[in-house]
């Protein structure tokens, strides 16, 4: 009897501790999966000041934040991708950001990604 309570006890303890990583391994996702990110793509050839100005045109729509531009980008030949953080943006706000965004015969298109580049 005394045998069996301890092979209960292991397998109740290796339950707890298999659903305790589960639970942290899913918090660990979905904290990676929240970091998104709206990539702008020009069409080549335009300029870094029609990309700035796009950028600002379309900064205040709810739940996407400019991610603000590197120091270390030129400001006449540099070339910079421009970003909005769309971490606690719904579907509508991303909506109205691609709406803001296709108003712009120089931009081709908006693409949703990880923060990591995924």
């Known amino acids: 009897m005394r045998a ?5 006890g292991i397998r ?3 339950a707890v501790g298999v659903a305790a990583l589960a639970v942290s ?5 979905d904290a990676a999966m929240g ?5 702008v793509a ?12 796009v950028r600002a045109a379309c900064a ?3 739940g996407a934040t400019a991610e603000a531009v590197p120091k270390d980008v030129n400001a006449t030949s540099g070339a910079y991708s421009i970003r909005y953080r ?3 943006a719904s579907d509508a706000d991303i909506a109205r950001l691609s709406k803001c965004l ?5 931009v081709r298109g908006v693409n949703i990604e990880q923060q990591d580049g995924s």
């Open 60 to 62: 205040k729509i709810p």
């Open 35 to 39: 970091k998104q990110e709206a990539v």
């Open 102 to 106: 296709s108003q712009f015969k120089s």
């Open 86 to 88: 769309v971490d606690s």
């Open 4 to 8: 069996l309570r301890r092979v209960v």
């Open 25 to 29: 391994g899913c918090a660990q996702f």
């Open 12 to 14: 109740a303890a290796a």
């Open 42 to 53: 020009f069409a080549p050839g335009t300029s870094q000041a029609t990309m700035m100005s």
